[in-house]
């Protein structure tokens, strides 16, 4: 990802392939509510603060992402 010293890297979602996989930075001089950066697999990405992350990963602890997840695989979506 092209972009600022600022961005730190914290994780790459999968990184056993090249296709681009998606990832999650920290952008330390963007305004709080546009800290998070999570970049996709096609360039595009979407910048949240870090209570908007919190509650996805409280969502997805508590087992309400996979349950989504699941549903769609099964709809077909």
């Known amino acids: 990802m092209s972009g600022s010293d600022a961005l730190s890297h914290v994780i790459t979602f999968c ?3 090249s296709c ?11 305004p709080a509510e ?3 950066v ?3 697999d096609f360039g ?4 949240m603060s870090v209570e908007q992350l919190e509650v996805i990963l409280d969502e997805a602890r ?3 992402l996979s349950s989504l997840v699941a549903a769609g ?4 979506g």
């Open 20 to 30: 681009g996989c998606p990832e999650l930075y920290i952008d330390h001089e963007a």
């Open 34 to 36: 546009r800290r998070i």
């Open 44 to 47: 595009q990405r979407i910048q």
């Open 73 to 76: 695989l099964a709809s077909g």
């Open 62 to 64: 508590e087992g309400r």
């Open 38 to 40: 999570i970049t996709d």
């Open 15 to 17: 990184g056993k392939c």
